[in-house]
């Protein structure tokens, strides 16, 4: 099977601007979650989405949002971006729920 | 608070010693435990989960609720065990269903 893959793999934006990132999860698999990971905060949990819908949420203010489509895959936005949004994004599917999660590479994010 | 601490950034043990990579969490509930691994260059994958009690590339560990742990350990360190190590904890938290990661512990061996 292939794994999940997420694209882009890096970007670079400035304050103020807006991003979107993509992930496609295993195939069957319904359930993708994503993370923030930054060296001080560590691996935060973002949101889940399940079937096009979210699911589970986060500590994570309204600028992050997402959205899933019918075949699973998922994408994430960032509205506004600060430079404190500089991180790397992964997201991981599952069959279901937030059980044995499957990560992706990730997408590096600098916000210049 | 739901927390998990992993108290060691660092953990640098001898080829052929024991291992134990500490977690602690705190949750009012039954969580559920995970040991997550990221080799070099490689993605971050599931080492292993509590409820499978079962033991992988070696490694072990045991969910005490009295003490809140859940330690990971390995009885004989291999030079390929040199990796990042997350605990994590899922469960309800304010209705929804979260997961909480700790802060990692790079574990190296020496040769």
Wanted: charged content about 20%; some cysteine.
């Amino acid at each position: 099977k292939a794994g999940v893959t997420q694209t882009p793999r890096y970007l670079i934006k400035t304050r103020g601007q807006q991003v979107t990132l993509s992930c496609s999860p295993i195939s069957g698999h319904r359930s993708v979650s994503w993370y923030q990971q930054t060296p001080g905060q560590g691996l935060q949990f973002l949101f889940e989405y399940f079937s096009e819908t979210q699911r589970n949420k986060g500590n994570f203010p309204g600028r992050f949002s997402g959205r899933q489509f019918s075949n699973s895959r998922s994408e994430m936005n960032v509205s506004t971006l600060e430079l404190g949004d500089s991180a790397l994004y992964l997201c991981a599917s599952t069959y279901r729920g937030l059980n044995e999660q499957f990560f992706g590479p990730g997408t590096r994010l600098t916000v210049l | 608070a739901q927390r998990v601490t992993q108290p060691e950034k660092l953990l640098s043990v001898f080829k052929g010693a024991p291992v134990e990579l500490k977690c602690n969490y705190s949750y009012s509930g039954s969580p559920e435990l995970f040991w997550y691994v990221q080799y070099s260059r490689q993605r971050l994958q599931l080492l292993l989960r509590h409820i499978s009690r079962e033991s992988i590339k070696g490694f072990t560990a045991d969910l005490n609720k009295g003490e809140t742990s859940f330690h990971l350990k390995k009885p004989f360190a291999q030079e390929e065990d040199s990796a990042m190590y997350y605990c994590a904890l899922s469960g309800q938290m304010n209705r929804d269903d979260k997961i909480i990661f700790g802060k990692g512990t790079r574990l190296h061996i020496l040769p």
